[in-house]
């Protein structure tokens, strides 16, 4: 599908903000750079678009008041300098918007907030919400209690979770570089930019290893790209530095680089189950299970499987691989590691007498089972 095409048909975009873009080389919140942003935003509001704002620059805008020179790496700073800076972040956002009376709303989310899905449920109920409200959501990581297992370390990430959950038309990445190149523009002259990719292959992430601004550089963008296209959603990345850059976007500009959709979209809780949750362990199944789940649309029995790594709880999300340990399937199991240690191997109907109880036929419910 053409950029043309999907850009007229989009209506909800995610504009993800780098650090970089909003800050200056001094290390400071660059006010009028927000300023110029949300002059394009809210001529994109006007015409009625609706639009979800994922920003980065909390750690950054911290700095001075904390009287550190550069971000530190210890996680406490960090985090102590977001905690500081996410206030003026959000003040400089929200005055911004306040010259066309626009409101704003703060959204803090955490990885753990978008795995357990009833909180899942109800930030896209909430956001979903202000957005038929007119207000402008704006999110960050909550990085104040965001340790190593809850976090998503990177706002590509983040933003890319949110545009899956919101159901997003389309991810705007805005950047301080103008796209994909072939090579680092840095070191190689002949370097030059992707302007359209139509799915993103191993060639093309391997393009990536250019390291850009913020905790994720090109790598996680592109990552972000791949798990959107993945899931039917066209993803741009831009250079944010550019003036009226999403609207020169939105009106079709050949700038930066349009990741093209797959045409099958995966439903909503299917990519929450792909993409959302962190597996707690798994499980390894037989050729026969595999190709069951793979080309027959069926379930996980306790027959195929072989063994199963890790604890995890019934509930928890696990992946699905094969005798090579390849993953190709995640789901939420029935049962805890511990029962299916228990049941491997057995008919469903030889449940009852392993366990002493049986509360489903199968390990992994298809509906709760999606194919990577
Ligand atoms: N949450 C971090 C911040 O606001 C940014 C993470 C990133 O740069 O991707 O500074």
Known sequence: MTRAKILANSKLIVVKIGSRVITSSKNELDSSAIETLVKDIEEL?????????VTSGAIVAGLADLKLGSRPTDLPLKQ????????????????AFKKYNIPVAQILLTR??????????????TLLRLLEKGVVPIINENDTVAVEEIKFGDNDTLSALVALMMDADMLIILTDICGLYTDLPCDNKEAKLISHVDKVTPAIEKMAKCKGEGAGGMETKIHAAKMLTESGIPVIIADGREKQILNKLISCEEIGTFFAPAEQKKKSKKTWLAFSL???????VDKGAKEALLKGGKSLLPSGILSVKGEFEAGDSVSITDENGKEFAKGLSNYSSEEIQKIKGLKSSEI?????????????HRDNLVVL
């Open 278 to 284: 962190k597996s707690k362990g798994q499980i390894v």
């Open 112 to 125: 753990e907030d978008l795995q357990n899905r009833h909180r899942y449920l109800n930030a896209r109920n």
């Open 45 to 53: 509001y006007r015409k009625k678009y609706q639009i979800v704002v």
């Open 80 to 95: 102590a300098a977001s905690a500081v800076g996410q206030v003026k972040l959000m003040h400089s956002y929200a005055t």
């Open 352 to 364: 009852n007498k392993a366990l002493g109880y049986k509360d489903y036929d199968e390990v992994i």
